[in-house]
């Protein structure tokens, strides 16, 4: 079956940095784009982050833009989200979450890992 | 400020049908298919309905997506406590080149 493991969350310091991993099982990593989406505490939804099955199409979302990036090892089966210049506002529930093949949208998760915390605090 | 726009809450009895609805713009819902997530409290997000009112294996059929225009709608028939949830549409959005979410509807089953 199909499973996503994120690990790497934590407390860190504004402007410190943080690696998110994402270890993927259950099916063939290498075929299928992955984002990285959030959840603040209490609040809705974010995207944050997509790479392709390739990992040379990525495209991030402004509030991010130049502070975290998104990789891919396809023979680890792991995808990874650096953030850098993290800020108290980036403090969430950070999921990585996998696009079907089928859907033709890259707006459709049809799996997603358990969410992993980071808080971002002096 | 989410740039799909979802009512904050909506509620029925059992058995009722309630619509959920989302709307968007020309760069998103009107040219890209929308999807629609249910969370359940404390669980990661659930895919209800992909392309517009496409079922995944596994949903119920009391639930169906519908899109016109800008706008997309989530329908829930012969409502169930089970189906008090928080729920999401998004879509790609081509003049962000992302993927835009509403901010979420809290569903009551009262």
């Known amino acids: 079956q199909v499973q996503l493991v994120e690990s790497g969350g934590g407390v860190v310091q504004p402007g410190g940095s943080l690696r998110l991993s994402c270890s993927a099982s259950g099916f063939t990593f290498s075929n299928f784009g992955m984002h990285w989406v959030r959840q603040a505490p209490g609040k809705g939804l974010e995207w944050v982050t997509f790479?392709?099955?390739?990992?040379?199409?990525?495209k991030n979302a402004g509030s991010v833009k130049g502070r975290f990036t998104i990789s891919r090892d396809n023979s680890k089966n792991t995808l990874y989200l650096q953030m850098n210049s993290l800020r108290p506002e980036d403090t969430a529930v950070y999921y990585c979450a996998r696009v079907p093949n089928y859907s033709g949208s890259y707006a459709t998760i049809d799996y997603w890992g358990q969410g992993i915390l980071v808080t971002v605090s002096s | 400020q989410s740039v799909l726009t979802q009512p904050p809450s909506e509620s029925g009895t059992p058995g009722q049908r309630v619509t959920i609805s989302c709307s968007g713009s020309s760069s998103n819902i009107e040219i890209n298919s929308v999807n629609w997530y249910q969370q359940l409290p404390g669980t990661a997000p659930k895919l209800l309905i992909y392309t517009n009112n496409q079922r995944p294996s596994g949903v119920p059929d009391r639930f169906s997506g519908s899109k016109s225009g800008t706008s997309a709608s989530l329908a829930i028939s012969g409502l169930q406590f089970e189906d008090e949830a928080d729920y999401y549409c998004a879509a790609w959005d081509d003049s962000l080149n992302g993927v835009v979410f509403g901010g979420g509807t809290k569903l009551t089953v009262l």
């Open positions: 790479i392709r099955y390739d990992g040379i199409y990525i």
